[in-house]
């Protein structure tokens, strides 16, 4: 099974990859560099922010492609935010909906996605029975994480973005870029994400990166099973 782990930054890179014995390759392709890890495992700290996590993937996507070895699950994960109380600090999420929260327009009613505006999409699905398999082995807690290009800073705002998406459990700026390159290349995806800190209130002396961290890593030692009875018993062929 081939998978491509997209973290923002390299620290979340190098959390997933302490979670795989063996040595890690450096593979420089154009656009992209890889870690490969063991197993199938390629890793990519892909930027910060949809649009690069976005440039970063597709190029990922396409040179496995066009090497006649494609990938068979794409991963955006990371840190985050998590809304309160249901994401604490610490805690595990896994998306089961992966949705662009700020791509629309402002309008005199308030916020339009752009799907209302008559194009495009804001929101993709990560396989269900690969979802449930994640909480059953991770006990990582299953709702929407929200894609933002702002981080929020107020409590305002976060109770703006819980009203209109309920089921979310945290936001973070990568999942939709990584999702929609994905899809350009039918390639499904998942994305799991650690809590670093609460949405709300901007409070930096109370972010908890290096435990969200090792959750990442407890996380991606768990995961690999999963991935693997996925891709040979649920995942459409
Ligand atoms: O300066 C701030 O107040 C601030 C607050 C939270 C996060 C940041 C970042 O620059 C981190 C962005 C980075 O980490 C992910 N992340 C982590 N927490 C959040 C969040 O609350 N909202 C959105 N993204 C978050 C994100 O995916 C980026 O890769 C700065």
Redesign the pocket.
């Known amino acids: 099974m081939r998978v491509l782990v997209a973290?923002?930054?390299p620290v979340?890179r190098d959390a997933v990859a302490r979670a795989f014995e063996g040595p890690v390759h450096e593979v420089r392709l154009p656009g992209v560099t890889l870690h490969q890890a063991t197993g199938g495992y390629d890793l990519v700290a892909a930027g910060?922010?949809p649009a690069l996590a976005a440039a970063s993937t597709a190029a990922a996507l396409t040179a496995a492609a066009l090497d006649g070895a494609p990938y068979d699950l794409a991963v955006s994960a990371?840190?985050?935010?998590?809304f309160q109380p249901d994401a604490p600090v610490g805690s595990l999420v896994v998306a089961n909906e992966i949705t662009a929260a700020d791509l629309g327009a402002e309008t005199a009613d308030g916020f339009a996605p752009v799907t209302e505006l008559g194009f495009g999409t804001v929101t993709h699905r990560p396989p269900e029975p690969l979802v449930r398999g994640v909480v059953a082995a991770t006990g990582a807690r299953p709702g929407a994480v929200?894609?933002?290009s702002?981080?929020?800073?107020t409590a305002a705002r976060a109770d703006a973005l819980r009203a209109r998406h309920p089921r979310a459990l945290?936001?973070?700026?990568?999942?939709f870029g990584v999702a929609e390159a994905a899809a350009a290349h039918g390639v499904p995806v998942l994305e799991i994400?650690a809590?670093?800190?609460?949405?709300g209130p901007?409070?930096?002396a109370g972010?908890r990166?290096g435990d969200?961290l090792t959750a990442l890593t407890e996380a991606f030692g768990k995961l690999t099973p999963v991935l693997k009875s996925w891709n040979s018993h649920d995942r459409p062929h």
Do not use: K, Y
């Not at 702002?150 to 800073?153: H, I, L, N, S």
């Not at 945290?170 to 999942?175: F, H, K, R």
């Open positions: 973290t923002a930054v979340e910060v922010g990371g840190i985050a935010g998590g929200l894609t933002v702002t981080v929020t800073g945290a936001e973070a700026m990568e999942g994400r809590v670093s800190n609460p949405v901007r409070d930096r972010w990166i969200a």
